[in-house]
């Protein structure tokens, strides 16, 4: 898990740090395993990859259920212009 990221769990949210760490946690592995059943191994690793490039990115920590959603959506997408991409070459 990118520990500088977490390392900044936000206090004033009533959530704290194990709280974060276990939401990350499950949102990475939901989109993992989708990604390794739907297109293979070798892109599931990308897709984490992509995944913890937009955790990254973020300027706050996510602490609601929706804002990890996003960071998601948006390695989703990458994953989508990586196959996209595949395609046109075949």
């Known amino acids: 898990m ?3 990221v977490l390392s900044d769990a936000p206090e004033n949210h009533g959530i704290g740090y194990a709280d974060v760490a276990v939401m990350a946690e499950r949102e990475l592995a939901a989109f993992v395993s989708a990604v390794k059943k ?3 191994a070798e892109q599931a ?5 992509d995944w913890l490039r937009e955790l990254d990115a973020v300027s706050d920590l996510p602490v609601a259920i929706r804002e990890w959603r996003a960071i998601t959506i948006t390695a989703a997408r990458r ?3 990586r196959l996209s991409g595949s395609l046109q070459q075949a």
């Open 2 to 4: 990118n520990d500088t």
């Open 38 to 40: 739907l297109f293979g």
């Open 45 to 49: 690793e990308h897709a984490a990859e």
């Open 79 to 81: 994953l989508a212009a």
